[in-house]
């Protein structure tokens, strides 16, 4: 795949839809590679790290925010969405991680969080100076009290990250914040947020960015005559016909037709994913060849590790990419959820089809890694990637997971840093487990990662399974993953795939070509279709293992 696209061994140009059969890393830059002794991975970090990224066989990389931040949301809480951190790095560093990329082949996309910027942005600063009613205040959500003093917020409005959706200001108005305080939300009605964002994307494609990961994708527009009250954010709390006050209201294609326009302003065309947590059957408009593009499709984080379930997202998410003209995105692991690894180690995870309100329960109340089967957790976790590797669609890799790395589940409260933890009334879990800094190499200090105390701490259990300890091992994670990519990428034909069996066990397809995937969900052997097997997720000896995909050649 995408053999044609190199000049003089770059990807300066390349065929428009390189992304629609990607498998895309996505590297958490604080957790990736420390190069300069403070404990943060930083973007040097990953330079140096860009041979191993290119062993890896992916097409792209997804940097989750690099920017100047306080880091109240690890990151997501944007000071500046045109500058790095001058604790990661700088611009030139970035312009020297994209042509380092670039001439190995690889892609490259941002993190673009248009929802909210963070409390230290200038134009909050500027807001938190300027009088209500002024044109600063405007470029956010500020509105006055309830009560006889405006002592009572707005609305009754609680936020993701705990019990308030607004904070008051020193003049006694309040701003509205989906997240935590540090994150107040834009106006996106105000057409100057929308020509700063413009000028955003533009920044960052000018500087050879090749795509954009959007943040909330569906949160920008919003109903705020009356003002939105909410409880909650299960995803069964909003209408999911348009209409709701906070969420996915039609208004917020508007916005993604113009960005389109400049992202077709470019050779090929800069692309982008939407986080958008959404009713299926709203997905594709975010999806849409006249909008972002694609769209993040989550079904499989939530789903019970079983054939049917399985196979129902499968079935759905390819139909809606084919009615979108757009291509399915496969994710099993990313920065906000328990490792896949360790999920599937959950007993029950899934079974009452609202897996993240299972998560948090689980971790809230269990919390201790001798409760799970890691093993069984480990043999399920590469059977699905095996099997969304072999999906049509582009396919997300979260660093970490090609180490088959479990979640630190028993890391110590006080030593957590995510706001959703502690801001959350022990309500929510805690997505530092699956932010730990990687383990490179177990005969150094922090596993390779830093020579100082990294900024969040490193489970013992890291030293087996660090990459040195894997590099040479045939039978390790990492080689399985870099042997499946690489296959994939050789047998890789157009978007097809026909279905050939499916049961209560296990599933099977063709893609194009003859390349048949079966995965078995159960916990007993199944029978080995003939053909010659190509890769498997555990040995195979004459049958199909429990908990195990093979690939074959038919
Ligand atoms: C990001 C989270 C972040 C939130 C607020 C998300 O969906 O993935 O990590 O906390 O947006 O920006």
């Not at 045109?82 to 670039?102: C, F, M, Q, S, W």
């Not at 963070?118 to 956010?140: D, I, K």
């Not at 107040?184 to 057409?191: C, S, T």
């Not at 199909?544 to 074959?552: F, G, Q, Y």
Request: glycine share 8%; net charge negative; proline share 6%.
């Amino acid at each position: 795949m995408n053999s044609d696209v190199f000049v003089d061994g770059v990807f300066l140009r390349g065929p428009a839809d390189w992304w629609r059969q990607a498998v895309i890393y996505q590297i958490y830059p604080r957790s990736f590679f420390d190069s300069n002794a403070d404990g943060l991975g930083d973007i040097k970090g990953i330079i140096s790290k860009v041979d191993y990224i290119s062993s890896l066989g992916v097409d792209a990389v997804w940097l989750s925010p690099f920017y100047p931040s306080q880091l109240a949301d690890g990151g997501y809480d944007v000071d500046d969405y045109r500058d790095v951190d001058p604790k990661l790095g700088t611009l030139n560093d970035i312009d020297e991680l994209t042509a380092a990329l670039h001439a190995k082949g690889i892609r490259i996309f941002v993190d673009i969080v248009p929802n909210h910027s963070s409390n230290l942005h200038v134009w909050f600063q500027e807001a938190l100076r300027s009088p209500a009613g002024s044109a600063a205040r405007n470029r956010y959500i500020f509105r006055d009290g309830r009560g006889a003093n405006g002592e009572l917020p707005p609305s009754d409005l609680v936020s993701h990250f705990g019990p308030e959706g607004w904070t008051r200001v020193e003049d006694g108005q309040w701003y509205m914040h989906l997240f935590t305080r540090e994150q107040p939300d834009f106006n996106w009605d105000n057409p100057e947020v929308h020509e700063e964002f413009l000028k955003t994307l533009k920044f960052w494609s000018d500087r050879g960015v090749d795509g954009f990961r959007v943040d909330v994708a569906h949160a920008l527009k919003k109903q705020l005559d009356p003002l939105p009250s909410r409880t909650g954010y299960d995803l069964s709390l909003m209408k999911a016909d348009g209409t709701d006050e906070l969420f996915d209201r039609d208004e917020v294609h508007e916005i993604y037709k113009d960005w389109r326009q400049v992202f077709n302003q470019y050779d090929p065309p800069r692309v982008a994913v939407a986080e958008a947590w959404v009713h299926p059957n709203r997905v594709p408009a975010y999806a849409s060849q006249s909008g972002l593009g694609q769209s993040f499709n989550f079904d499989l984080l939530v789903a019970e590790w079983s054939a049917p379930a399985f196979h129902k997202v499968i079935a759905e998410n390819l139909k809606t990419a084919i009615e979108t003209g757009s291509s399915s995105t496969w994710v099993m692991s990313n920065h906000d959820v328990i490792r896949h690894t360790t999920r599937l180690a959950i007993p029950g995870y899934g079974k009452s089809g609202n897996g993240f309100a299972e998560e948090n329960d689980w971790y809230i109340n269990h919390r201790f890694e001798n409760s799970l089967d890691l093993q069984l957790g480990l043999e399920r976790a590469l059977a699905a990637t095996l099997l969304i590797l072999a999906l049509p669609g582009s396919t997300y890799i979260y660093q970490g997971e090609e180490l088959g790395l479990h979640d630190y589940v028993a890391m110590p409260d006080h030593l957590k840093q995510d706001p959703q933890w502690f801001r959350g009334e022990g309500k929510f879990k805690s997505r530092d487990g699956c932010r730990v800094p990687l383990p490179w190499d177990e005969s150094q200090p922090a596993y390779g990662f830093s020579s100082v105390l990294p900024h969040l701490p490193q489970p013992d259990w890291f030293a087996g399974q660090s990459v040195a300890s894997q590099e040479n091992n045939a039978d390790s994670v990492l080689n399985l993953y870099r042997r499946a990519i690489k296959l994939r990428r050789e047998l890789e034909g157009a978007e097809e795939l026909s279905w050939l069996s499916s049961d209560s066990k296990s599933f099977s397809f063709e893609r194009p070509g003859g390349w048949v995937c079966v995965t078995n969900f159960s916990e007993s052997v199944i029978e080995l279709p003939a053909g010659e097997v190509l890769l498997s997720s555990k040995r195979i000896t004459g049958e199909i293992p429990p908990n195990c995909t093979v690939w074959l050649k038919v």
